[in-house]
């Protein structure tokens, strides 16, 4: 089943190449507050004033790594409202994301969900068979069209 979860891969890969611009706002802006220690204290300091409770911190992604900005927009969603408070506050934050830009996100990280957990299960060490293979398949399937 390797083959399997490599195939995923290479499609949520090529998924990714064709959204990538409705999600780059957001990379920009989880680049621009984990660049530094003193923007990441801001950044933390504002998510607490603004009571976001999340132990989850930012992370930039690995374009080439679709899961890993699954993982990073997943926590980036988190801290929206973050995000707008601080684009009103620094003038050099530039790259804040649009309210439709959240919204494609969500959407995204939605269906990138599904990938990443069928992803997992594929990947697993209990060898999964054909049982569990195209119920997972459908799910993708019937995810897509959502």
């Known amino acids: 089943m390797r083959c399997c979860a490599h195939i995923l891969n290479l499609i ?3 998924g990714m190449d064709v959204i990538g611009d409705g999600i780059e706002n957001i990379r920009s802006s989880v680049a621009f507050w984990v660049a530094t220690p003193k923007r990441c204290e801001k950044f933390d300091e504002t998510a607490r004033l603004l009571k976001v409770l999340t132990s989850r911190k930012l992370v930039l992604d690995c374009k080439t790594r679709w ?3 699954y993982k990073m927009l997943k926590v ?4 929206k409202d973050v995000f707008t408070r601080l684009k009103q506050r620094e003038p050099l934050y530039k790259s804040a994301p649009k309210e439709e830009e959240w919204e494609i996100t969500r959407d995204i990280c939605d269906k990138l969900k599904v990938f990443n957990s069928v992803t997992e ?3 697993g060490t209990e060898y999964p ?3 569990l293979y ?3 398949i459908c799910e993708i399937k019937m995810s897509l069209k959502e």
């Open 12 to 14: 949520v890969r090529d």
């Open 67 to 69: 899961n890993s900005t």
């Open 76 to 79: 980036a969603i988190c801290y």
């Open 121 to 123: 299960l594929f990947s």
């Open 129 to 131: 068979t054909a049982n």
């Open 134 to 136: 195209f119920p997972k």
